[in-house]
């Protein structure tokens, strides 16, 4: 992480009211947005504490209204963000997709809660499809980083700040309902440690003697966009190369390994202590960024392990990614609530018995 | 160093400032876009203002228009011009910040943003222009479009029973506490192009007094879009968009300073 262990103030605080203070730590100019819940605590955090400590926020008029602010004020080359949930981030999706074309770094926050339609305001894991690929028209992809602590609110923020500069690229940090609202012990980093760097391409005023700047994405001619279209993909491999981020727990000697992100990783590591208690060899491997998918740890992972258990809050949607991973080498299962449901490391310790019951069976 | 031109002793009269590029304008004999991007431009180097002026680009006819005015620029999407500005001017106050939209992208599509932007009064110019339909996507109707005006949209003429009235955004607008100084243009004449030089002037100059927003609607044509020729649009312009879009100012910062 980008802070210096020692340096850190220790406060407990809600997952949003964290993000929104490592925010104006990590050197946010401006935040643009729009109230929905279970984030409009980001805005109101913001709204108190911006205007003090030097930046702009500004309540949107719509969300569709608030990423294309965002768009003019990272091309103008601030350091920038917004912050929604599901029926938010669906009208966000055209300015992410101009942003990932035209090549500006921004934050976006995804508190995610149960859909579809206007859904319902209890915490939910149903916009990974939307998050991970794509969501917006055209070949594109954002930076996706899936916090599970209070902490991990706080610190992706500075992550995304960095990856979003280094790579000129939207970045998403997924969370959801239940991370915003709850309350934790977090460490946060002091104030002004993420470094500003150059935009030389930032529309600031053309200097005398200089060429003009243009943020655009529109490429008329299909040689040029298919150019442009290059450059992103050969930037989208190198995140692919660089940037994949999981952690994996008690893996090693694992005959079935759980995979969860976010919310539901912390439930399945309860699960895991108590499958381990009744003798199962249970792991877990969290993927922590969404987008770059740590495709490759489960090629090592399927020589192992016996099968994999994809738990979700929705009703299947990183499975397919851990399936495409797995290569139909292993089984792979899947227990998912949905609609705001949360499951419970008891019903996880019976999916995974009922699993492994189904595999003996079968074999 | 720049050497003089070559001009074989006569004078010049009539040059291509800096803030205009060398890139050969794409629209239509006798559009008026054009003429327009020159007056913002002749104003931004008369102002001196080159290295401090950010302008947006619309979805529309003029989407190129970065590809001829030599400032700093940024294409938003469709509608969202004003959002994107808003953007700017917030992250950098002291600059000349100016949006150029057409009817259909600042009328139709960025209606919200159009009003809440001028309803914050965020200090930027606004240069609408107002040709009645949509002249990028082949001629389709516009909010703008005249009652029995005939588009490739509206065949038999727009109807208000189906197709609602000719949307005076400009008189809405004009209505907001936010919005500094309001005027109604035209280029299809040297007269014209004078006066909307001299509001565009203004609008730039009551930028620096951040007491608001200034919104420049220039009434204008599409030969193409109509299916006449310049001369003839022009003409038509005069006798159909003039009286339900008259020209003038609609507002002026005194009414709304006092
Ligand atoms: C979201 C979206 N919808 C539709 C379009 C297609 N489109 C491009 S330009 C345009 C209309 C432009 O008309 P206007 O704003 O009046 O500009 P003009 O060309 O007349 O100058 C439309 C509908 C688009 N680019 N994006
Ligand atoms: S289509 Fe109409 S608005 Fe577009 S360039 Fe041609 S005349 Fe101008
Ligand atoms: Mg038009």
């Known amino acids: 992480m980008e802070h210096t262990p020692g340096t850190s103030e220790i406060r407990l605080m809600k997952g949003n009211e964290a993000l929104a203070e490592a925010a104006i730590r990590a050197g946010l100019q401006a935040y643009f947005g729009y109230p929905i819940t279970p984030q409009s605590e980001v805005l109101e955090y913001l709204a108190v504490h911006m205007p003090k400590r030097g930046g702009v926020v500004l309540q949107a008029e719509s969300e569709l209204a608030a990423i294309n602010m965002v768009f003019g004020a990272a091309g103008a080359g601030a350091r920038v963000m917004t912050s929604s949930s599901g029926p938010g981030i669906s009208l966000m999706q055209e300015g992410i997709s101009y942003m990932a074309s035209a090549e500006l770094p921004c934050l976006i926050v995804n508190v995610q809660r149960g859909g579809p339609g206007l859904g319902t305001i209890q915490p939910s894991q149903g916009d990974y499809f939307q998050a991970t690929k794509g969501g917006g028209h055209g070949d594109y992809h954002m930076i996706v980083l899936a916090p599970s602590s209070v902490q991990e609110m706080a610190d992706f923020v500075f992550e995304s700040f960095r990856l979003a500069d280094k790579y000129l690229t939207p970045v998403m940090i997924l969370s959801d309902g239940a991370l915003g609202q709850m309350m934790e012990k977090v460490a946060l980093p002091p104030e002004g440690s993420l470094p500003f760097i150059e935009k030389p391409w930032a529309t600031t005023g053309k200097k005398p003697g200089q060429k003009r700047r243009i943020i655009t994405s529109l490429f008329m001619q299909p040689e040029e966009m298919e150019e442009v279209n290059l450059r992103l993909q050969t930037k989208y491999r190198l995140i692919e190369k660089q940037e994949v981020r999981y952690e994996a727990l008690e893996t090693d000697d694992a005959e079935i390994v759980l995979v969860a992100f976010g919310l539901a990783a912390r439930i399945c590591e309860k699960a895991l202590t108590l499958a381990r208690e009744k003798g199962f060899k249970v792991g877990l491997l969290r993927p922590i960024s969404l987008y770059p998918f740590p495709s490759k740890v489960f090629a090592s992972l399927a020589t192992n392990a016996e099968m994999f258990l994809v738990v979700e809050m929705n009703a299947g949607q990183m499975v397919e990614d851990v399936k495409l991973a797995v290569e139909g080498k292993r089984p792979v299962h899947f227990k998912g609530r949905m609609g705001g449901m949360i499951p419970s490391p008891e019903e996880i310790l019976s999916e995974i018995e009922t699993v492994i019951e189904n595999e003996q069976v079968n074999t | ?258």
Request: proline share 7%; with cysteine.
């Open chain 2, 1 to 258: 160093m720049k050497l003089p031109p070559i001009t074989n002793g006569f004078e010049i009269v009539y040059k291509k400032p800096d803030t205009l590029t060398d890139t050969p304008m794409h629209y239509c004999p006798g559009c008026g876009h054009g003429v327009v991007h020159r007056v913002l431009m002749e104003v931004v180097d008369e102002m001196k203002i080159q290295d401090k002026t950010i302008g947006v680009a619309p979805v529309g006819c003029s989407v190129f228009a970065y590809n001829y005015m030599n400032v700093d620029m940024q294409e938003a999407a469709h509608g969202r011009a004003t959002a994107v500005a808003t953007g700017i001017k917030r992250v950098l106050p002291d600059r000349f910040v100016f949006t150029y939209q057409g009817d259909g992208d600042l009328a139709a599509i960025g209606t919200g943003e159009t009003v809440h932007t001028v309803n914050r009064g965020e200090n930027i110019l606004i240069v609408f222009i107002n040709n009645g339909v949509y002249g990028m996507t082949g001629g389709q109707m516009a909010p703008t479009t005249l009652l029995g005006m005939k588009t490739t949209t509206s065949p038999y003429g727009r109807e208000a029973a189906s197709a609602g009235f000719p949307l005076k955004i400009t008189n809405l607008i004009t209505q907001l506490p936010g919005a500094l100084y309001v005027t109604r243009q035209a280029v299809h004449e040297p007269n014209a192009v004078r006066r909307l030089k001299k509001a565009v002037r203004l609008a730039f100059e009551y930028q620096l007094l951040k007491k608001g927003t200034c919104f420049i609607e220039v009434v204008s044509n599409c030969p193409s879009g109509w299916k006449m020729t310049p001369q003839e649009s022009n003409k038509w312009m005069e006798e159909n968009m003039f009286p339900m879009y008259p020209l003038g100012d609609l507002k002026v910062p005194s009414q709304t300073m006092n």
